[in-house]
């Protein structure tokens, strides 16, 4: 495990926007054996079913949120030989091109930290308890899971049954 684990929070739920930068080096710091590091950022889109997005309001529950993330984190640890992770999702009002989520895993050399990257990224749009409203031209909508999004959970051994076939 990382050296920074006691210093750094692996989970944090916000409304504050984040700093690539300074999130990459709080995750390195103090780690040597840190070869790799992968991060994976998300924004608001403009567009989002072919309409017009002009805000997004994200929910969770608080306590219950950040401990499935930590949960997920602990298996990326257990499957994955990585040294250190960190995911910061975004709640609140966000504008289009906000960001919403960082993901950032370091390891000895790059194909863990990819994979470990994409695992948890898989995991928060399939298992994650957030809830998003998209304001449209139309209206507010909820956005619905994807049949695709539990797709790519499967590629890991995980059943995910969020979404409706179409």
């Not at 289009?96 to 790059?110: C, E, G, K, M, W």
């Not at 990257?117 to 298992?127: G, I, R, S, V």
């Not at 507010?140 to 409706?164: E, F, K, M, P």
Request: charged share 25%; proline share 4%.
């Amino acid at each position: 495990m990382a050296s920074n684990s006691s210093t750094t929070p692996r989970v944090l739920i916000q409304t504050e926007d984040f700093d690539l930068g300074a999130e990459v080096q709080r995750l390195r710091e103090g780690d040597p054996g840190v070869g790799a590091v992968v991060s994976f950022v998300g924004t608001v889109r403009e567009v989002s079913d072919g309409a017009g997005v002009s805000l997004m309001e994200l929910e969770h529950y608080p306590g219950m949120t950040e401990n499935s993330i930590e949960a997920m984190v602990d298996e990326a640890f257990r499957r994955f030989d990585i040294r250190a992770a960190r995911v910061i999702h975004r709640v609140g009002a966000l504008q289009p091109l906000d960001q919403i989520v960082f993901v950032a895993v370091t390891s000895a050399h790059r194909g863990q930290a990819f994979q470990a990257c994409e695992f948890l990224m898989d995991y928060l749009k399939t298992q994650a308890p957030f809830w998003k409203k998209e304001h449209t031209p139309a209206g507010a909508r909820w956005v619905d899971a994807r049949v695709s999004d539990d797709q790519a959970l499967a590629r890991w051994g995980i059943s995910a049954g969020n979404a409706a076939a179409a």
